[in-house]
Nanobody, 128 residues
């Protein structure tokens, strides 16, 4: 079992920045695909960025490329999402997820299958 706890959400004006953190605990041995997802009111949950812990490779959704950066701190067992140039359309609940899948299935579009572990989510609100 893996437990994930997000933090760092909040309210910010458009153009601002936030950094989300996801602390992992439990059985985190081995390589995992870890990712950030978001769900806005009335919309389906969508992938934002994923990272394969084995080699640190990353993939981003087109909507956040060049603005968001996903990274990891192995020593702290923490996943981060640095969000810059935030837009009102980035407003959503952001979730951290983890799954012990092969690298080729570590994709942001959901085609890699269901994720085993989820955090409780953290709200991000961007005002215009």
């Amino acid at each position: 079992q893996v437990q994930l706890v997000e933090s760092g959400g909040g309210s910010v004006q458009g153009g601002g920045s936030l950094r989300l953190s996801c602390a992992a605990s439990g059985d985190t041995y081995g390589s995992y695909c870890m990712g950030w997802f978001r769900q806005a009111p009335g919309k389906e949950r969508e992938g934002v960025a994923v990272l394969y812990t084995g080699d640190g490779s990353t993939t981003y959704a087109d909507s956040v490329k060049g603005r968001f950066t996903i990274s990891q701190d192995n020593a702290k067992k923490t996943l981060y999402l640095q969000m810059n140039l935030l837009k009102p359309e980035d407003t959503a609940i952001y979730y951290c997820a983890a799954d012990p899948r092969f690298k080729r299935l570590c994709v942001v579009d959901g085609s890699g299958g269901p994720w085993a572990y989820w955090g409780q989510g953290t709200q991000v609100t961007v005002s215009s």
